[in-house]
């Protein structure tokens, strides 16, 4: 089976990993560096949920029709 969470580009990578620190530091969450298992399923949700609408945000500007 695939990995769905897959990099497409894997240059990207380090800028996910500094834009999941940026929104967690907007939500109020302190990441360590490496391992974060001692966040609750609400903390972690909070950063992914960020990540995702500020993505589609930014696509649907830099894609607007208008």
Known sequence: MA??????VPEAKQAMENFKYEI????GVTLKQGYNGDLTSR???QIGGNMVKKMIEDYQRTHSTK
């Open 24 to 27: 967690a530091n907007q939500v």
């Open 43 to 45: 903390q972690a949700g």
């Open 3 to 8: 990995r769905s969470n897959r990099l497409v």
